[in-house]
């Protein structure tokens, strides 16, 4: 699926993958960038969202554009297909095709779990450089407390990862906490082998409930040096 890191701590062309998984929204749409962590929630059967952000680094010279449509046109599988621009000086502008399916094994419902699965193709094409497409797969798991006031979800996958020329584990752990009727507050912790952990946190809110959504994060990554903390704006579109 699409939605969710989002981070910002790696190269992109080894973040794009992470990126794939995307994360945590409100009861029932879908997980929404620039978090990563994903949920096991899908847009309503044929309904459509379109997700876009930016995001800076602080310390270092690097900025990323993402837009994201998806889809939900038969009712058991949403697709997904956009993109992400990455331009500054480290590690250099690249570009990012996402392409992704994810269908649910078992719907989350309140005071319950839920499990999705997710499998999807990246294309990175890195300045002058040759282009790399890396195949992967995500599972998902989502448990509902407090009649859905608390939110948790765990990601488990891997990739094929052709940029790196090597196959990663990659994993994610988040929380959703309902601070009022329209206000979320989220935070997470993932990464992928070889590569530090993550931590991203934000707030999202809902201008018009269920239909317009904004949302701004914070993020770090001890990977020094240069330490990478990074902060994004976005917006969520629901019809």
């Known amino acids: 699926m699409i939605a969710q890191t989002r981070a910002i701590a790696m190269p992109m062309k080894r973040y794009a993958c992470l990126l794939a998984i995307p994360l945590l929204s409100c009861a029932t749409a879908q997980a929404a960038r620039p978090f990563v962590t994903d949920d096991a929630r899908m847009v309503d059967a044929g309904g459509c969202q379109l997700e876009t952000f930016a995001k800076r680094q602080k310390l270092v010279d690097e900025r990323e554009f993402w837009l994201l449509p998806a889809c939900n046109p038969w009712g058991g599988v949403e697709l997904t297909l956009g993109g992400t621009r990455v331009e500054g000086s480290v590690p250099g502008n690249s570009r990012t095709t996402i392409l992704q399916a994810k269908t649910l094994i078992k719907t989350l419902q309140t005071n319950g779990t839920g499990y999705a699965l997710t499998l999807g193709m990246l294309q990175t094409q890195p300045y002058r450089r040759a282009r790399a497409d890396s195949f992967y797969v995500n599972a998902i798991a989502s448990a509902s407390y407090a009649d859905d006031r608390v939110v948790l979800h765990a990601n488990l996958g891997a990739i094929d990862d052709r940029a790196a020329g090597m196959r990663r584990a990659t994993w994610g752990v988040g929380a959703e906490i309902a601070l009022g009727s329209r206000l979320y507050g989220i935070a997470e ?39 990478r903390r990074f902060q994004s704006v976005g917006l969520r579109v629901l019809f």
């Open 189 to 227: 912790s993932y990464g992928q082998h070889g590569e530090k952990p993550t931590m991203h946190v934000g707030l999202r809110v809902w201008l018009v409930p269920n239909r317009v959504q904004v949302d701004g994060t914070l993020g770090h990554q001890q990977s020094g040096p240069p330490e």
